[in-house]
Every structure is written in C-alpha cells, then in structure tokens.
C-alpha cells in the first residue's frame, strides 16, 4: 500500500478519534440529567479507536497517534523513515476534527472557549487539580501501558482477530482512570487539535502532552520487546 494512502487513512482515523473522544466530552458528557459522564467520554473514546481499527488497521495500522508511531518504531514494529508522513497526517486530522467541533459546539448560545473543547491540562487545568508532576507520571505510565498492549495484541503470536478489541478496550481503561487527571492525552494529535482553537493555556501546557505521551510510548515498546522477545518469521 503507498504510503500516501496510508497516511490519509491515519488522517481520517485520527479525525474519527478527535471527533468522536472529544465531541462527547464537549457535546454529550455535561448534558443536564443525561449526561453520559467520564465514563461515556472513555467509552466513547474506545468505541472510536475499535472501529477505526477494523476500518483501517489492514491499511495503515491504525495508529491515529504520534506516540503510536514513535513507540512502534522504537519497538522494531514500524520503519523510522514513515514517521513524518504518519505524524503529520495524525495531528492534521485532529485539527481538522477540533475544527468541525468547535463549529458545531459555538451553535448553542452561551457556548465559550474556556471551557477547554476538551484540551489537555495540568495544575489549574487539570480538571482534578493534579500538579504537573501527578500529570507527568500519568500520562508517561498510560501511555507505556497502551504501547505493551498494543505490540502484545498486535503480535504475530497473539489472535490477530482480537486485537482491536484488546487495544479499544485498553484505550476505555486509560481514559476511566486518567480524566479526572489530564482529561486523558497519551495522543500528542488528540492534544493538538483543541489546544490550537483554545489557545492560552491549552498551547503553553500543550508540550506535556507531547513530551510525556512519546517517551511513555517508548518505554512500553521497548519493555515488551523485552519480555516477549522477537516473533518468529514467517
């Protein structure tokens, strides 16, 4: 498959993540008595990643994530050189999808910014009121956890047929546990797309959401390639 057309799968991936994650959270999980809650926002958030994974995975891999790419790398799964095209096709469609949000949400009155459209934070940001430290672990942690489950699900060992399933719910996972913290990166793309229409902070914390998800991506490859080992070849 070119990697041209693997790269606009990732975008349009990415676009179904952003959307569907973030637009339940800005859209769906405040609603006066029928509000889906944190709960709803993670589920949402797997849903979107299972789905792409069955639409996608046998065209890009269905990484729809920059600390994805990176940590496959590190872990022998993806070559280097692929990278840029794959990042930059991953943070324009959670622009793009931020985009289309932000449209739909400033049609109700009294919508605003300042509600964060779903971005990532810390400190006074953190919806929890975690401290960046609190933050930085989290993020680095979860994001390592999601780089093992995905190289294990992803394994030529492991029921290829499950591995969406595997990965979707772990993504549900993190997020029930990290948005009362971050309101869930471990995506630097997801991260991007609403702290560009936000602004302010949203950008001036934005490199945590970069930083921290990357070296968790790489840690949890490089801990299941040191578990596992190599798969055999074929």
Not at 146 to 167: C, H, N, Q, W
Not at 218 to 226: K, P, Q, T, V
């Amino acid at each position: 498959m070119p990697l041209s057309k693997r790269a606009l799968a990732e975008l349009i991936g990415t676009f179904w993540l952003v959307l569907g994650g973030c637009g339940s959270a800005v859209l769906a999980a405040g609603f006066p008595q029928f509000g889906i809650g944190f709960a709803g926002v993670a589920l949402a958030f797997g849903l979107t990643l299972l789905t792409m994974a069955f639409a996608i995975g046998h065209i890009s891999g269905c990484h729809l994530n920059p600390a994805v790419s990176i940590g496959l790398a590190a872990g022998g799964r993806f070559p280097a050189r692929e990278l840029p095209a794959y990042i930059v096709a991953q943070v324009v469609g959670a622009i793009i999808a931020a985009g289309v949000l932000y449209v739909i949400a400033s049609g109700k009155a009294g919508f605003s910014l300042s509600s964060g459209l779903a971005s990532n934070g810390y400190g006074a940001h953190s919806p929890g009121g975690y401290s960046l430290l609190s933050c930085v672990v989290i993020e680095v942690v979860m994001t390592a956890a999601f780089l093992f489950v995905i190289m294990g699900a992803t394994d030529k060992r492991a029921p290829a047929a499950l591995a969406p399933i595997a990965i979707g719910l772990c993504l549900t996972l993190i997020h029930l546990v990290t948005i009362p913290v971050t309101n869930t990166s471990v995506n630097p793309a997801r991260s991007t797309g609403p702290a560009l229409f936000v602004g302010d902070w949203a950008l001036s914390q934005l490199w945590l959401f970069w930083l921290a998800p990357i070296v968790g991506g790489i840690i949890g490859a490089l801990i299941y390639r040191g578990v596992a080992g190599e798969p055999p070849r074929d």
